[in-house]
Each structure stands twice: as structure tokens, then as C-alpha cells.
């Protein structure tokens, strides 16, 4: 038997002499249980987030994304889209011309993102989901077409029934350093017909408009140059290895990119978030681990004539010390074993019945996303652990000494 821990659970049990060490002891418990149900529902929310930020990016972003590493273009010729097609794994190929460009709409303007893009795209049915209005076409009969964001379109008024030319402007590569604003020859001037309206995301749908990579070649006058080529992939499950053959095969003079590091910076501040948050609440259950630390310093002046008593029947310092070690680990242990199940169960509801709405008016999603990862419960008890058992230390060591 286990006699340092057979003492500890009665000392844990039985009732104090004095009950404000047992109401220390179970305000100790309850703070460390809220602050570990805390701790795994925030980080809980923040998975939620960056899977649904993930998400939001496969339906606007390529698999694969290539661009040059210097400067905003490259030359794209029909040998080097053969040399990139015969990578084992590639499945399509888009040919990308992106730049900014002035657009208007009867009486309304504004300066949007241009996106041109070949027959492939269509083929992959990325916007398929995101349409509200109108139909995904960009070309057909001669007639140039544009899909545009929500927010494009609520800005210009854009009715996709209504016929009216959408008109483009971009400055000619007259290679003048100044541009003569009064001049109409100074800029390229191509009209389309909105035909369809996309919503994925606020950075997305005030943005871009998508339009027929002919059209946005003759616009940004780029002939066989492009900003980008972005890759779909056979099998999700060998990115990382077409990636890399991708990467040897062009050289340094190349980028090519997941979808991850498409939107590093995004994911990196909400990993840092997650981060600070993870430190703020340890620190919140650090403090509440200092309970522990007074109930067993009162618990060792109270239990001092036990002490003694041990003592005198030969149990050893190593003992004391270990009675009071898992006194404090039964305390914190118990409210952590609970704070944890509560932090599961609420996730698991907000998952499946997700009643903590976002409470923001057309929302992408009604309620909080959640997404509970092993790492998460685990890390968690660790932090408890170590807080737990620094906390009981010096009380057990205070005890020996009794």
C-alpha cells in the first residue's frame, strides 16, 4: 500500500479542524477547474479559427502557388508549362495575370484587384459554392465576362441582370515615368458584362474581380508574361512532395507556395495569439495554484501533532513530504480532471449545436467555430502539473521540518 497517498486522500476526505482550510482547499480546486475549462475552450476557438480561415482559403486559393521572386512577372512559355505538367502529381495548371485597375459602373468607381484567369479555372469549380448571384462564366460567344465580389458589387450597385457594361481602365506601358491623367490615350479602356457575384470573405469580395485571362492580358498589355501559375494536385497528400520537386525544378528564381504560406502572416498572428492567450491563462491557473500553496502551509501547522506522530512511529522526511506532495496534487488533479471534462463538453456542444452565436449580422458562419485537438488537453494538464507540484513544494518541505 501506498502510505503517503492512502494519508494524503484521508487528509483530503476528512474534515479540517479548522473549516477555513477546507473552504481554501476548495476554492483551490474550483480555480484551478475554471481556469483549465478556460484555457481548453479558448484554445478550442482558436483551432476553430484558423480551420475556418484554412477553409476559406481552398475555396479562393490554389493548391500549389508559383510567382517569381523578383519583380511581379515572368515569362510563361508553352515549353515551360509542358516542363511543369510533366511533374509526377500535377494535375492542372491556371495561368494568373493579377494587377489593380480602375473600374466603373454607370456613375460608381472604385480601384479593384484584377484576377485573369485560363479555362482551367473554371474546370476546378473553386467559386462553384461561393456564387450568390448570377453564374460562374467568364467567356463565351465573344463576349468577355466578370465575376465579382459582394462587396464590389454593393459598392458599384452591379446588377447582373441588368446588361450594362462594366468598363476597366489601366494606364498604358508607354514607359513614361509621368502619366497625363487628362489624356484618354494615356490608358487601356476595355469594357465586360458582370455575369456573376461571389461571397467568401471580407478581404476577398471587396477585392477582386475575376475576369478571362485574354482580357486581362490585352488590358495590362503582358503578352506572354503572367503574375502567377497556380497547380492543383492529384492527391491532396503529396503537397509537400510536388512542392518540393516544383521548387528543384525551377530554381531560386521561383516561389512556390502551399496554401499555408500563401497566408503566412495571417495564420502566424493567429498562432500568436493563441500563444499569448495559452501564457495568460497559465498564469491565471498559476495564481490559483498559490491556494494550494496557503491550504497545505495551514494544513501542515494543523496536522503538525500527525507529523510528529509519524515521525515517532519511524516514517522518514522523504514520506512527510511526499503525504503533503500529493495532498496538493489530489486537490489540483481532481479540479483539473473536471475542468477538463466541462472544457470538452462545452466544445463538443458549441460544435454540434453551437448555441454561442457571433452575434454579427451576415456572418460567414451563426456560431463559433471549435476544434478540439489532443495537444490542446495536453498541454494543459502539463501546465497544471508543474504548477501544482511547485505550488505543494515548499509546504511539504516546510512539513518535514515539523
Known amino acids: 500500500m501506498n502510505l503517503p497517498f492512502f494519508v494524503a486522500k484521508r487528509y483530503f476526505i476528512a474534515r479540517k479542524k479548522t473549516s477555513f482550510i477546507s473552504l481554501i482547499s476548495w476554492i483551490s480546486m474550483l480555480g484551478v477547474c475554471v481556469g483549465t475549462m478556460a484555457l481548453v475552450i479558448v484554445l478550442s476557438v482558436f483551432n476553430g479559427l484558423e480551420a475556418f480561415q484554412k477553409g476559406l482559403f481552398r475555396t479562393f486559393d490554389a493548391e500549389l502557388k508559383i510567382s517569381a521572386k523578383k519583380g511581379k512577372n515572368f515569362p510563361c512559355t508553352p515549353d515551360f508549362l509542358a516542363k511543369l505538367q510533366a511533374v509526377d ?49 467568364l467567356g463565351g460567344q465573344g463576349i468577355s465576362y466578370a465575376v465579382v465580389g459582394s462587396g464590389v458589387a454593393f459598392t458599384l450597385g ?13 494606364p498604358r506601358n508607354n514607359h513614361s515615368k509621368t502619366i497625363d491623367f487628362n489624356s484618354t490615350d494615356a490608358f487601356n479602356r476595355l469594357n465586360l458584362l458582370p455575369t456573376g457575384i461571389f461571397a467568401i470573405e471580407q478581404e476577398y469580395d471587396n477585392n477582386f474581380v475575376f475576369v478571362p485571362l485574354s482580357f486581362a492580358q490585352e488590358l495590362f498589355e503582358y503578352d506572354n508574361k503572367r503574375t502567377s501559375l497556380e497547380i492543383q494536385v492529384k492527391d491532396p497528400k503529396q503537397i509537400p ?34 500563444l499569448f492567450v495559452f501564457l495568460t491563462l497559465s498564469f491565471i491557473i498559476g495564481i490559483a ?21 509519524l515521525r515517532a512511529m519511524g516514517a522518514s522526511r522523504s514520506i512527510i513530504k511526499r503525504i503533503f506532495l500529493y495532498e496538493g496534487a489530489i486537490v489540483a488533479f481532481s479540479g483539473a480532471l473536471v475542468g ?16 454561442v452565436s457571433m452575434g454579427i449580422v451576415g456572418s460567414l458562419v451563426d456560431a463559433y467555430p471549435v476544434e478540439m485537438r489532443f495537444n490542446d488537453f495536453f498541454f494543459t494538464a502539463v501546465v497544471v502539473i508543474i504548477m501544482t507540484l511547485a505550488a505543494s513544494y515548499f509546504p511539504a518541505k516546510r512539513a518535514v521540518k515539523f
Open 89 to 137: 502529381g500535377v494535375s492542372t495548371i491556371t495561368q494568373v495575370i493579377q494587377e489593380s485597375a480602375l473600374i466603373r459602373y454607370k456613375e460608381a468607381q472604385m480601384v479593384v484587384t484584377l484576377k485573369g484567369v485560363d479555362d482551367n479555372f473554371l474546370k476546378q469549380q473553386r467559386l462553384k459554392s461561393s456564387i450568390i448571384d448570377g453564374e460562374l462564366k
Open 241 to 274: 512532395q510536388i512542392q518540393n520537386e516544383i521548387q528543384d525544378l525551377l530554381g531560386e528564381n521561383f516561389v512556390v507556395q502551399n496554401q499555408d504560406e500563401q497566408h503566412a502572416s495571417l495564420l502566424r498572428a493567429i498562432k500568436i495569439e493563441k
Open 340 to 355: 477538463l471534462i466541462l472544457g470538452f463538453t462545452i466544445c463538443w456542444l458549441q460544435k454540434v449545436y453551437g448555441f
Open 289 to 309: 495554484s498559490f491556494n494550494i500553496f496557503f491550504s497545505l502551509s495551514m494544513l501542515a501547522i494543523e496536522k503538525k501533532p500527525d507529523v510528529k506522530t
Open 158 to 170: 452591379i446588377d447582373v441582370d441588368a446588361f450594362y457594361p462594366l468598363e476597366t481602365w489601366y
